[in-house]
């Protein structure tokens, strides 16, 4: 099942929680901000102090957004010439399990993807020819919450084995708002060990790592 009619559609300021804290002194009570451990490298979750670009909608917007909120739904072509076979399923559950268990997302399979209004079906997995060098492409299809926030992101990736669960992993960094090094802040080198399945060129089983798992859980 594919979209109806669907066309070929692809810094962080410091986020540091904070906790208060109650110190009695002098007969006063003094609130006092302490610092909760933020344990990532930099700030890769748009928008940066180096990458501040509004969301746009449609494959040559060539923006990176954020999902619309914490609960995020996706779909898995399953019939036409952009379907997933079973191995690529496979690898995308994989990717998709450890947002789901190691941040604050709370992500579910939507059997029934709804293309239009206001509670659309957050990321759509195709498989099918990326333009360019690339391998896999992810845009936003619908950036109607305005801002850096898409309500549908389209995740494509090339057949022939390239629905690996680091690429799947990779591009669905891209669906909730992460960013390659080059646009962090501080910036990082791109293939940065410490980008995880971020890194530009991700290797066939990186996973989500820390700097990711923090970014994400500061923001949602």
């Not at 789901?100 to 993807?113: A, C, G, N, R």
């Not at 759509?124 to 333009?131: G, I, K, L, S």
């Not at 309500?151 to 057949?159: F, L, N």
């Amino acid at each position: 099942m594919s979209p109806a009619a669907s066309k070929p559609p692809r810094s962080l300021r410091s986020h540091r929680r904070r906790a208060g804290v109650a110190v009695a002194l002098s007969g006063l009570t003094v609130v006092a901000a302490a610092a909760v451990t933020w344990a990532a490298a930099t700030d890769n979750l748009v928008p940066t102090n180096n990458y501040n670009v509004g969301c746009l909608t449609g494959m040559s917007g060539g923006t990176v957004c954020r999902t619309d909120n914490a609960d995020v739904t996706y779909y898995m072509d399953s019939g036409g010439s952009d379907k997933l076979e079973d191995i690529d399923k496979a690898n995308v559950r994989v990717a998709i399990q450890e947002y789901h268990d190691k941040t604050d997302l709370k992500v579910s399979y939507d059997s029934t993807p709804t293309w239009s209004g206001g509670s659309e079906t957050d990321i759509y997995y195709a498989e099918a020819t990326v333009p360019g060098s690339d391998e896999g492409l992810t845009w936003c299809n619908d950036n109607s919450p305005g801002g850096f926030k898409c309500d549908q992101q389209y995740v494509r990736i090339e057949g022939g084995g390239q629905y690996t669960p680091g690429l799947s992993c990779h591009e669905t960094g891209h669906a909730v708002g992460l960013l390659h090094g080059e646009d962090a802040s501080p910036r990082l080198p791109n293939q940065d060990s410490k980008l995880g399945c971020m890194k530009k060129t991700p290797g066939f089983a990186d996973g989500l790592g820390t700097n990711n798992r923090e970014n994400i859980n500061a923001n949602y």
